[in-house]
């Protein structure tokens, strides 16, 4: 059972557009979404998180939109950029314990 | 040098044959986990130990087992491997007090 629902399974975009990457969870007791980032051949990192005690949250072009009533959160990627392209991934967990990834998104950048 | 690291980083095996892939840290965070990573999966959690004397399963355990050989070291064995645990394994750390998960660069096992 999957308790955190990513889409869409890849993306791509050409430079300075904004890709749009979302999330969907069942679980009202998370309490930490974070996204990391997975280049080729490496392991992933992170690359922004949030709490739902805030709607938005801003790290440089990286925005996480987050819904919970909807039970959704989402990266937006401004200007992005062909170093963008990696595999990214959402997850949730409570009070920072394991964490539950979805599925993941690969995002090409071309030129 | 890494703060994460694992090794081997690539390995072949055959059906049946017991084989051990290990992680070591040197960022000082009690907890460690084990993931696998599949194509259209994701990162599923195998194992997972907030301290050395604290082991517990994930979600995708069977056919795995776990030692914590010290605060530093935790490795994951897999008994008598089978070509459906062909993966991209992922050990990772994190501190108690700190939600983030700093991943090592991952082992390539092709199970024959």
């Known amino acids: 059972q999957q308790q955190v629902k990513q889409s869409p399974q890849s993306l791509i975009v050409q430079k300075g557009g904004i890709p749009i990457i979302n999330c969907a969870y069942e679980n009202t007791a998370f309490d930490y979404f974070p996204w990391y980032q997975q280049f080729p051949g490496k392991g992933p990192a992170l690359l922004i998180a949030i709490r739902p005690d805030v709607s938005e949250k801003k790290e440089g072009r990286f925005t996480i939109s987050f819904n919970k009533s909807a039970k959704q959160f989402s990266l937006h990627i401004m200007d992005s950029q062909p170093g963008d392209s990696a595999t990214y991934f959402c997850?949730?967990?409570?009070?920072?314990?394991?964490?539950?990834f979805g599925t993941g998104t690969r995002l090409q950048v071309f030129p | 040098d890494a703060d994460v690291t694992q090794t081997p980083r690539n390995r072949i095996t055959k059906t049946g044959k017991r084989i051990m892939l290990e992680c070591s840290q040197t960022?000082?965070?009690?907890?460690m986990y084990w993931y696998r990573q599949d194509p259209g999966l994701g990162l599923r959690l195998i194992y997972y130990?907030?301290?050395?004397?604290?082991?517990n399963k994930g979600e995708i355990s069977d056919g795995y087992s776990v030692s914590r050989q010290a605060q530093a070291k935790f490795s994951l064995s897999l008994e008598s491997a089978i070509p459906n645990q062909t993966a991209l394994y992922f050990c990772?750390?994190?501190?108690?007090?700190?939600?983030?998960?700093?991943f090592g660069p991952g082992t390539r096992l092709l199970v024959l």
């Open positions: 990772a750390t994190s501190a108690g007090w700190e939600e983030t998960q700093y």
């Open positions: 130990s907030f301290d050395v004397k604290d082991i």
């Open positions: 997850a949730a967990s409570i009070n920072t314990d394991k964490l539950i």
């Open positions: 960022k000082g965070h009690d907890r």
